[in-house]
């Protein structure tokens, strides 16, 4: 079946260590996302790609870092620089093409607690 | 100003009621556009489409309006299963697609 998976679903963390959230999608798609949601609040996006090799600066990218290497993968690190990185991580992916079938498809989300 | 703004909530309603949300954004080179639901600690997933004619599927009806930068959820004959968070969301194009979220809006349907 086709999806997005992000791995782990819990990860915790010591302060002052980085830390990777992997995304990975069999979907085909171009774009692809990474959102930080707090408790009650809505989604911030950190970084998206929309081709391998290239990626830009959401609106929270300080303390963040992305690679996408192949178009299936977009792991994320939280870096030691992110001074409150406890939060729910999801990943999305999206086509890119003008038109219908557009919406983004949403991994499972990686919830991280600083210990 | 955020790129997309919604209503926060809560919405709290009694079933069978009609409930409508709106969403404003700000980008003009706004491509698409959808609903998205979220449940509790769960990831959103797609409610519907809206497209600039308006559309609707079963109990709830999407509206478009590009002029004012506006888009619309109603739900009708609300259900105890419809409470959640409606999250607004727009493609913006710029070369390719950045996909932003609004904040939500909660929604509680209460027996």
């Known amino acids: 079946d086709g999806g997005i998976t992000q791995s782990p679903k819990y990860l915790f963390r010591k302060e002052g260590q980085n830390v990777t959230l992997s995304c990975e999608q069999n979907l085909n798609h171009d774009a692809m996302y990474w959102y930080r949601q707090d408790p009650g609040q809505g989604l911030r996006l950190i970084y998206y790609?929309?081709?391998?090799?290239?990626?830009q600066k959401g609106d929270i990218a300080e303390g963040y870092s992305v690679s996408r290497e192949k178009k299936e993968s977009f792991p994320l690190t939280v870096t030691s620089a992110q001074k409150n990185p406890t939060a729910f991580y999801l990943c999305?992916?999206?086509?890119?093409?003008?038109?219908?079938?557009?919406?983004?498809?949403f991994g499972q989300g990686t919830r991280l607690t600083v210990v | 100003r955020k790129e997309v703004e919604q209503d926060p909530g809560p919405f709290n309603v009694p079933e069978g009621a009609t409930v409508a949300f709106n969403c404003t954004y700000s980008n003009s080179a706004s491509q698409s556009f959808f609903w998205y639901r979220q449940d509790c600690r769960k990831e959103p997933k797609l409610l519907m489409s809206?497209?600039?004619s308006g559309n609707e599927d079963g109990r709830f009806t999407a509206q478009l309006n590009r002029a004012s930068q506006y888009i619309s959820l109603l739900i009708r004959d609300s259900k105890l299963s419809d409470s959640a968070t409606y999250l607004c969301v727009v493609n913006i194009g710029t070369g390719g697609f950045k996909t932003i979220f609004g904040a939500g809006t909660r929604l509680f349907v209460k027996a």
């Open positions: 790609s929309q081709i391998v090799n290239d990626f």
């Open positions: 999305a992916s999206s086509n890119l093409r003008t038109g219908k079938n557009t919406e983004a498809f």
């Open positions: 809206v497209y600039s």
